[in-house]
Every structure is written in C-alpha cells, then in structure tokens.
C-alpha cells in the first residue's frame, strides 16, 4: 500500500541486486543517508525495524493520521469478513475533551479490534508483543507506551509517559488502556490500574460487550487456547460486538489528588452502565491465583484471600511463618493443629475475627483441626524471590515427618504433589529411581542429583535460573509438565 502512494506520488524505484535474508543478514547499513525521502528504501525492504535518533519515539509520527483512516478501514473489513459485525453507541470524544480511553471489560484477544473502530490510538501494551513478528509493527504504528508488567521501574516510567502525553501539547492521538490489566470473564470488574488516572485528566469510558448466544470469545487464565477461540469464532455465522463510549468523566480535585479514588470512581460508573458487580481481585491476585493453581498448592483457591488477612494481621512484617520454619520448631502433629494451638504457633488473638476467618479457611470441614503444614507451604511457597525450584526444597522439608531430611516415599509424594501437580503414582516412581540403595527414605539432595540427569526435569532447573535473573514479564506458569493429576 505504502510503495503505490510512492508510486502515485511520482517515484520511480529501481533495485540493482538481491535482498539476503534475515538469518543471512540481519542487519542492513544503508548509505548515503541524504533525505528523508530515504524512507523508501525501508518500505522497499519490508518495514524492518530501524536504528534511529531517541528524540524520535517522543514526538508524534509526521502525517500518520493520514494512513490512520486507511488502516481502519482495513482492520474493520478484516473483522467483518471473519463474521465479526461491531456495534457503536455514543460518541467517541476528542483529544482534547478526553486524552485517555479506558476500556472495560477486557476478557479477549479481539479487543484489540478496538482500536479500529476508534482511530487508532497510542495503547499501552507488553514489550514483547511489540516484539511479534506477525503484529508487532501494526503495534508500533501506535507509538505505544511499552511495559514489562513485572518490573516496578518500568511501571514507574509508563506512568511518567502517560503523564507526558496526556498533558502534551503535541498532537498525540488518544492513548487507550484497558486498567484491569489481564483478561476476566466479563462477570465482574476487577480492581483497575492507576496508571490511566496518574495525570488527572478528563478520561471517557468505554464499555465493550459481546452479546451473543454462545461464548466463543473469553479468553482466561483457564480457558480454552487463542488458537481454539478464534477457530471457534470463526465458525459462527455472525459475532456481535458492542462498543459503548459512556459520557467524559470529570475529576474533581480530589480524584485528581488521589489515583486510586479516580480509578474506583471510573469503574463504578462502567460496572454499572454494564449491570455487573466490582471486585477487589487484582492483576497480581489473578497471578497468584493462576500460579497455585499450576502448582497444585494447597487451598490453592483461597490464598489471595489467605495473603489478604496476613497483611491485615500483620503476619508478613515479622515473617513469622519463615521464622516458625527455620527454627526446626513446629508442633507436635502438624496434620492436626487445634486453633488455640494454631493461634500460638502464629503468635494471634484467637478472638481477632480476622484470626479466626484465616483458621477456617483451612478448616472446610468444620473439624476443629487444620494441617498446619499445607498452611505453611502456601503462604511461603508463592514468594516473589522463590523459584519453582525453591518451593519444592520448601515442601521437602515441611512434609519431613523425620524432622532430619529423610523423606519417606508418602512425605516425598507430598512435596511432589504440591508443588509440581505430579500424581502419587508418577511420585512413588520417582522415589523408587532416586532410592536405588533401598533404604526406604531419600533426601532433597538426592532428589536433586537424579533430577539434574534427567531431560523430563530440564525445564525446571532453566526456567529456575530465568526466575532468578530474568525478568517474568506477565508469564506465570513455571512449568509445562509432562505428567499432570489426571
């Protein structure tokens, strides 16, 4: 499209020689750089990414709203030729009246068709889908704000950026950012992000909807593949998607002193013009969530909930659960630990409410006894500084019933099991390889000198050294076992 406006502007382009390929040269010099009419040569060479000055990526792109138009046209027909039909009620507001968009509920992949029907805005989005081969330039046409989720700098130098271009005088397009940060199920509104509310600026909500018969389009941490959603979609005769821009939220002075009020306020008003409940989840509660349950933790369900009343209990300033473990000084029968004892060991009010809700959480049957060491393992077990790895150390030696590193094969398939999701049989397997002196007991060490040999266990000891040096970036499952619990 771009070599025919050259061609229509009156260039004649004419290529002496053959173009090597990426893996033969990766990297292209061209000289003389003289005008910038130079630019063709790039869209002769098929958009490669390009070294260039860093002023460039804070000034908006000269004459891009010109394509802009076009492009919309072209994702849109894209969108109605798979069978997508998209709706839009209200006005989409200007720059000026709204520099951010804020998009609710995100809960698909083919919400990113949004942008098309709004102008192509600025969006804020992980590196490394800049990073795609098959998208990634259509994403930097945006001048996205890049974030790696996981970093604190990088979250604190996106807020910075939102700032700048919101209150710039440059004309930069709208930014759209979807707060909740992570994909849901639409049946709720988690907490949003701050980050769109930083600046204190007017901001319009848009509500996006898809009202068909059948659910072909939610796409969540335990939901069917992209791959298999889309196919899906596509084999219905017609989807429908409805986009709602909802009137432009004013702060006032004391929204735009406190971000977290402004953000509440804004999804107040989006959950209700959608008619669903909020939720107090966050992006990092889905996380911990999605990670034990991959681990197969215990009451992997409820330690959002579980962490939530740590804090409140002030458990994670003294580390006191760390401390119970490494002083070798537990209880009598962990398997069974009364709520007085549990109260002492953790050093609680029994007759602090928020005691007592911890207690029953583990508690499900109303027994009047927990095991304190399922306890132990999944408050400790989803650390930050923790790596798969760790946590299998971990459980080694809270399901130690010798007190002495000695695992039995019930102690070893424990640990297993609540750590790696392998099941008791692949666990005892595993234990009869590792105890070839049959002495009825192994230790961590062992476990570990039998794991390093073995190719099944690889991914674990690489993805353990990538926890420990290399950022995460929104990835939360440590492994891809091959056996799992039926």
């Known amino acids: 499209m771009i070599r025919c406006l050259f061609t229509a502007g009156g260039f004649r382009l004419r290529v002496i020689g053959k173009q090597s390929d990426r893996t033969s040269a990766p990297v292209v010099a061209l000289a003389p ?3 910038f009419m130079d630019s063709i040569a790039m869209v002769y060479m098929g958009g490669p990414s390009i070294v260039a000055k860093g002023e460039t990526a804070s000034i908006p792109f000269f004459g891009s709203m010109k394509l802009t138009s076009i492009l919309c046209f072209l994702g849109q027909s894209v969108y109605r030729i798979g069978g997508m039909s998209v709706v839009v009620k209200g006005k989409q507001a200007s720059r000026n009246e709204a520099p951010i968009l804020v998009i609710a509920p995100h809960s698909t992949f083919l919400d990113g068709g949004i942008i098309y029907a709004i102008g192509y805005p600025s969006i804020i989005v992980r590196r490394e889908s800049g990073m ?4 990634g330039k259509m994403i930097n046409f945006t001048q996205p704000v890049y974030v790696w989720r996981d970093d604190p700098d990088s979250r604190q130098n996106t807020i910075k950026e939102i700032i700048s271009r919101a209150t710039s005088s440059l004309d930069w397009p709208q930014i759209l950012i979807f707060p909740e940060g992570t994909c849901t199920n639409r049946s709720c509104l988690i907490t949003f992000k701050p980050g769109a509310f930083y600046p204190g600026v007017p901001i319009q909500p848009v509500c996006i909807r898809y009202p068909n018969k059948l659910d072909t389009v939610t796409w969540t941490w335990e939901g ?8 899906l979609t596509l084999t219905q005769p017609y989807s429908y998607c409805e986009i709602e821009f909802l009137p432009v ?15 509440n306020n804004v999804r107040a008003v989006m959950a209700k013009a959608l008619g669903v409940p909020v939720s107090d989840y966050t992006y990092g509660d889905c996380k911990l969530m999605a990670r034990a349950k991959e681990m197969n933790l215990p009451n992997s369900t409820s330690l959002v909930e579980v962490q939530k009343l740590r804090h409140r209990l002030s458990l994670h300033q003294a580390n006191v659960e760390e401390n119970l473990l490494n002083s070798n000084i537990l209880c009598e029968n962990c398997t069974k630990v009364t709520f007085p004892e549990f109260c002492k060991l953790l050093n609680l009010s029994p007759s602090d409410h928020a005691t007592q809700h911890l207690f029953r959480l583990y508690d ?26 760790d946590a299998v150390k971990l459980a080694c030696k809270i399901y130690d019933t010798s007190g002495c590193g000695r695992l039995s094969p019930e102690d070893f ?6 750590t790696l999701a392998f099941s008791k049989d692949y666990a005892y397997e595993i234990f009869g390889q590792v105890d ?3 002495l009825g007991y192994i230790t961590f060490d062992n476990f570990l000198s039998y794991a390093e040999k073995k190719a099944e266990f690889a991914n674990l000891f690489s993805l353990s ?5 290399i950022p995460r970036n929104g990835q939360i499952c440590p492994n891809d076992y091959s056996r799992k619990i039926d």
């Open 413 to 418: 398939s424990k640990a297993l099991f609540h």
């Open 33 to 35: 750089h003289s005008s």
């Open 465 to 469: 050294h990538e926890e420990k040096f």
């Open 364 to 389: 499900k049957n109303c027994t009047g006894a927990i095991d304190f060491r399922d306890y132990l393992l999944g408050v400790l077990a989803l650390s930050n500084s923790r790596t798969t790895l």
């Open 436 to 438: 070839r002196n049959k």
């Open 249 to 263: 939220y004013n702060p006032n002075e004391e929204e735009k002193r406190d971000p977290k009020l402004f953000a």
């Open 224 to 231: 069917p593949s992209a791959l298999k959603l889309l196919w």
């Open 132 to 135: 795609n081969p098959y998208i």
